[in-house]
């Protein structure tokens, strides 16, 4: 249902008895879009204007500089080993938890949404903790050369720590809502287990999942916090897009910082969108 | 369950060769009976043993062994030093500022969300999608990304600093930018739990009202408000926790004056940069439990809105 609507003043989705007048429905629109333009909309166009700031050269400039293409490059690698582990394991956790009946299920998906409830820094930390050169597995990481933290291992499962629940919490309520039956209809007809999975469950749970992607894809290329703690900012080896953002806005190279900034800012967009579209589709189905 | 389990204890027994004579339960039997009396599987979907044997062991290697480690780490303090670790001047000047901020953080959005929830779900106007995508921006955008483009606007040379500036309201590197960055990050949470909930609110109620001579605001105050309250809390309760961990966002607008504007995330980082690991599993203990009690506290305020949701003779 599409409503066309070129009305200036907003109208009423609701019976005129329980709405309120025209005036009071005017001012309340404008102060909503106000507080989203000035919350929301004027962070991000800041964005762009200060990339563009001095002109598109400069702009191409300072963005295609040999350190920004390693942080680029880190990013997507950082991505695209996230996404397939955790992927996987949201799968594999949505599986045991809406087809099976077992107790602690409650508990369990409590503490998949863990990573959520934890600050950022203190997911950094912990790793530190573990594989730092004082923590537990410090010595044994030294004797064999092993290097973790200030290296790209510990940003990697930082970065999968922290995107952990999304695609799980997506899954789960999906596939308990969509039932059993025709996994076992599917079954019972002869199908092998992973033959039922990749022929009837995974076309059933693709929109849900990409949903997930989406959402862990922009968080594991956005993460600053968790990163920033086991990252050891080596630059063109270790920073991220957003570590080097952080760089190069404490140089005072804004145009540089806020270049790579547009870059993450139109992920934030694509992401919107993708997001929207996504919605649009699971709605319309 | 205590028949259930004397039933399954009768047919666990060993088969013997003399029918009358029951030899006890082997151990393997136990165990496969104890799986299938908590584990109660009817299903003839497989993959049970593998799938959550794989969630378990992903979840203990990623998630619950480094957790656990900051409390084994924090064990190697004594008391008295993890109190000391944990409260010296500049820790509780952090802590008053982060828990401050973040309350103020989330009160705004407690206001603002509740007023566009409202407008997004009541009216109809030229571009609602668009916001409506858009609400959820801080979701989307890195948190660095958003601190410097809010440190940028309201520095005393920005666009909004600029306004404020001459006030003499210093925005930017103050206690006030915190608050500014924090009530960015923490928008979308009360707009997108009060959003569904408005959405299913029945409207037979404000009609009632309105046909026994209620005006709007009393409707609102005594029918619609009630029914929305545990939505707002919920979503209060959740940009709180969010606030009150962010980091990245915060450090570029706060300044991080030692004692005025550095909060309890960044002096975590400060310790690591000083070598001061146990200082810093101190905070990081602090701080989990903080979010622990946050998470229960959330749990059951959703648990409290779904009863009365689902149960209207309560309302």
Request: net charge positive.
């Amino acid at each position: 249902m599409i409503r066309k609507n070129f009305n200036i003043f907003p109208t009423s989705l609701y019976p005129s008895v329980v709405s309120e007048r025209k005036e009071i429905r005017l001012i309340l629109t404008f102060l909503a879009l106000g507080i989203v333009f000035f919350v929301l909309i004027l962070p991000l166009l800041t964005v762009f204007a200060g990339a563009f700031n001095e002109g598109f050269v400069r702009y191409i400039q300072s963005l295609f500089t040999p350190e920004n293409l390693s942080a680029i490059r880190l990013t997507l690698t950082v991505a695209a080993i996230s996404i397939p582990l955790n992927v996987i394991f949201g799968i594999s956790a949505a599986w045991a938890i809406a087809k099976f009946e077992f107790f602690g299920k409650r508990f369990l998906i409590s503490l998949i949404d863990l990573p959520f409830s934890v600050s950022p820094v203190v997911s950094g930390l912990v790793f530190v903790l573990l594989f730092g050169s004082q923590g537990l597995l410090g010595s044994f990481l030294n004797a064999h050369d092993i290097k973790i933290i200030f290296a790209v291992p510990g940003i990697v499962i930082t970065t999968v720590f922290v995107t952990f629940p999304f695609v799980a919490r997506e899954l789960i309520p999906l596939m308990q809502a969509q039932g059993n039956e025709e996994e076992e209809a599917s079954l019972t007809l002869g199908a092998s287990g992973w033959q039922t999975f990749f022929l009837v469950t995974l076309p059933n749970i693709r929109w849900g999942m990409l949903y997930g992607v989406i959402l862990l894809n922009a968080r594991a290329m956005g993460e600053f916090g968790a990163v920033s703690v086991v990252s050891g900012h080596i630059q063109g080896l270790t920073t991220t897009m957003p570590l080097q953002v952080e760089i190069l806005y404490n140089e005072y190279n804004f145009i540089g910082a806020f270049s790579v900034a547009s870059l993450l800012g139109l992920l934030a967009l694509a992401t919107l969108v993708l997001k929207a579209l996504v919605e649009w589709k699971t709605h319309s189905k | 369950m205590a028949e259930r389990l004397k039933a399954h204890a009768w047919k666990a027994c060993v088969p013997s060769p003399v029918p009358w004579v029951r030899i006890p339960l082997s151990p393997r039997r136990i165990f496969s009976y104890f799986m299938k009396i908590f584990w109660k599987q009817k299903s003839v979907i497989p993959g049970f043993g593998l799938s959550l044997g794989f969630t378990l062991f992903y979840l203990s290697l990623i998630v619950l062994i480094p957790l656990a480690m900051l409390f084994v780490k924090s064990t190697t303090l004594t008391g008295p030093e993890f109190l000391e670790a944990a409260t010296s001047p500049r820790l509780m000047a952090a802590y008053k500022l982060s828990f401050g901020a973040s309350l103020g953080a989330a009160s705004i959005n407690f206001f603002c969300g509740l007023l566009v929830a409202w407008v997004l779900v009541r009216y109809d106007f030229w571009g609602k999608r668009i916001v409506d995508i858009l609400v959820d921006l801080p979701f989307a955008l890195p948190t660095a990304v958003a601190g410097i483009a809010l440190t940028t606007l309201y520095a005393p040379d920005g666009l909004m600093g600029r306004l404020f500036d001459p006030l003499g309201i210093k925005t930017a590197f103050s206690p006030l930018g915190i608050v500014l960055a924090l009530t960015f990050i923490s928008f979308p949470f009360v707009v997108r739990t009060v959003q569904p909930v408005l959405q299913d609110l029945d409207i037979d109620m404000e009609e009632a009202a309105a046909c026994m001579g209620a005006g709007r605001i009393k409707t609102f105050f005594y029918i619609i408000l009630p029914a929305l309250f545990p939505a707002l809390t919920t979503g209060f309760a959740l940009a709180f926790a969010r606030a009150l961990g962010e980091y990245g966002s915060v450090v570029f607008i706060a300044g991080n004056m030692p004692m005025r504007t550095e909060i309890v995330p960044l002096l975590i980082i400060t310790k690591l940069e000083q070598y001061d690991t146990a200082g810093a599993t101190a905070i990081g203990v602090v701080m989990l439990v903080c979010s622990f009690l946050l998470l229960f506290l959330i749990n059951g305020l959703q648990g409290w809105g779904e009863k009365r949701n689902h149960d209207p003779e309560k309302l």
